[in-house]
C-alpha cells in the first residue's frame, strides 16, 4: 500500500511523477483534499483555557509581546502604519507581523534619526525602506547566496544585493543608498562585527532554521547584536491548538505556550525585559481558521496540514 492509499488520496495524482508542473498540480490537490477534512474553527479545550488565562485583548497602542488577534486590525495605529506603508489594511497574518514590527520599534523609540538598526532575512521586504525614511540608518541581511542548497536562496523572495530592497515609492533612490547597506549573513552564523545596533528585527523567520531550540538561539544571538538597552522585535508562528503536541523539527517549527514562557524566564534571568499577552482573542473571528488560506480572512491557519496556528510577536529590551 502506498502513502496516498494510507491517506485515503488514491484517487488523486501522484506528486511524484511527471515534470515540475505536473507535480506541483498534485501536490496542491492533495493539499486542498486534507485541508477539506480539517475543522475550520478554532474549539479545542486548549484555546478556551488559553483565552482564560490571557483574558485581557493585546492591543497596538500598548505592544508587548502578543499574539495576532482580530481586535488590532480595527485601531487607529493598525491603519495609520498601513498607510505609511502605503498599502490597504487586510486581515492577513503576514501584514500584521509587518505593522507589529513596526509600532513595537515606534513605541520603543526606535524611530529616531541615526537610530541603527539590523533586520535579518529580510528577503524583499519594505520595511528597510521604511526605516531609513524615517532617518534611521539600517543594516539588512539574508542568506548568502552560496548556502544554494536552501529554498529560500535564490528563491523570488530571495534577496542578494541592495537593489532588491529600495521600494522608491517609500524612499528616494539617493537616500536609500545613505542610510541601507547589504550583508549577506546566515541567522545560525551571525557574523561578529555586527554589534552596537540600537534594534534588530525578523519576520516570520527564525521558525525555518530546523528546530524550536534554533529559534530561540537565534532571538539570543540577535540580542548581543544590540547596545545596552536596545530592542530586539522578531516574530514567528504560534500553536492555537495544543501546549504538547507541535512542530519541533524541520522546514517548519510551531512555537508552544510552555515553550514562550520557558523562554520568557529565561529572558528574565539575564536582565532582559519582556512582558507577555497570549490571548488569542474572544471575537468570531479569531476563531476562524482559513484551512485553504485562500479567504480574505486569513489571521489562523494550519501549519503543514497539522497545528492551528497564528502569528505571534516578541519584543524583548536588552539589559542595560
Known sequence: MGILDILGLSKLPDPNVGDHQTRKAARIQ?????????????????????????????????????????????????????NLFQVQPTLRRKQWEFIYILRALEAGDCLAPDMRGLGFGVGKEKLPSLLAAQGCNITATDLPMTEADSHWAGGPQHAATLDALCWLHLIDRDEFEKRVEFRPANMKAIPDDL????????????EHLGGLDEGFDFIKNSIACLKPGGLAVHTTEFNLGSDKKTLTKGGTVVYREKDILQFAEEMRAEGHQIELNLSPGATPTDRMIDRFRDNDIHIRLYVMHQVPATSIGLTVRKAG
Open 30 to 82: 492533495i493539499a486542498k483534499k486534507k485541508a477539506a477534512k480539517l475543522p475550520d474553527s478554532l474549539d479545542s479545550p486548549f484555546s478556551h483555557d488559553l483565552l482564560r488565562r490571557w483574558d485581557q485583548a493585546p492591543t497596538l497602542a500598548a505592544p508587548i509581546s502578543q499574539l495576532c488577534t482580530a481586535n488590532q486590525f480595527g485601531e487607529a495605529d493598525y491603519t495609520r502604519l498601513c
Open 195 to 206: 554589534q552596537g545596533y540600537d534594534f534588530c528585527w525578523s519576520a516570520c523567520a527564525l
